[in-house]
T-cell receptor
Framework: DGGITQSPKYLFRKEGQNVTLSCEQN?????MYWYRQDPGQGLRLIYYSQIVNDFQKGDIAEGYSVSREKKESFPLTVTSAQKNPTAFYLC????????????FGSGTRLTVV | DQQVKQNSPSLSVQEGRISILNCDYTNSMFDYFLWYKKYPAEGPTFLISISSIKDKNEDGRFTVFLNKSAKHLSLHIVPSQPGDSAVYFC??????????FGTGTSLTVIP
């Protein structure tokens, strides 16, 4: 079955550490996105990529980095520069002009301890 | 600046009654709108969509209405069921590219 897989589901990070969240899709979608969800804030766009080897900053890119070396993969690194990284992170993908919007992964809950 | 707004953070409805969730947007270029449903600790799932050439789209118990002049859309759920309890996000896009999301409305259907 086609879909998006995010791993791990839960992640704990010590302050000052970088962590990488995985996102893999087998839908043959060109565009991939990372969102962050905080209570009462909805979904905020961190980074997006519409094609391999190209990506753009979203609304809250500071403290995050991404890569898009393969069509199927769009990992997100939460760096130590991100001051408030505890959140629920969602990865999504779509075809350009996607008539059905995004397909989302099941999310990663990151907690700083 | 929030381009898509859901001004009601929560809504409670009795089972069997109608649930109406509202969404407002500011960008008149938006031409495609979706509603997503989200359970805790899960990714949102697509529920229903509407393009700007229509003013209504129906799928079973779910109907989305679009009022372009008011830049307003609404989701009606009739009849509401306890399993509908979730957070509902509206989203809007121009030409189906990047979607802008509202802040969500948490619906509770009371048995």
């Amino acid at each position: 079955d086609g879909g998006i897989t995010q791993s791990p589901k839960y992640l704990f990070r010590k302050e000052g550490q970088n962590v990488t969240l995985s996102c893999e899709q087998n839908l043959n979608h060109d565009a991939m996105y990372w969102y962050r969800q905080d209570p009462g804030q909805g979904l905020r766009l961190i980074y997006y990529s519409q094609i391999v080897n190209d990506f753009q900053k979203g609304d809250i890119a500071e403290g995050y980095s991404v890569s898009r070396e393969k069509k199927e993969s769009f990992p997100l690194t939460v760096t130590s520069a991100q001051k408030n990284p505890t959140a629920f992170y969602l990865c999504a993908s779509t075809i350009p002009g996607g008539a059905y919007g995004y397909t989302f992964g099941s999310g990663t809950r990151l907690t700083v301890v | 600046d929030q381009q898509v707004k859901q001004n009601s953070p929560s809504l409670s409805v009795q089972e069997g009654r109608i649930s109406i969730l509202n969404c407002d947007y500011t960008n008149s270029m938006f031409d495609y709108f979706l509603w997503y449903k989200k359970y805790p600790a899960e990714g949102p799932t697509f529920l229903i969509s509407i393009s700007s050439i229509k003013d209504k789209n129906e799928d079973g118990r779910f109907t989305v209405f679009l009022n372009k002049s008011a830049k307003h859309l609404s989701l009606h759920i009739v009849p509401s069921q306890p399993g509908d309890s979730a957070v509902y996000f509206c989203a809007a896009s121009f030409a189906g590219n990047q979607f802008y999301f509202g802040t969500g409305t948490s619906l509770t259907v009371i048995p």
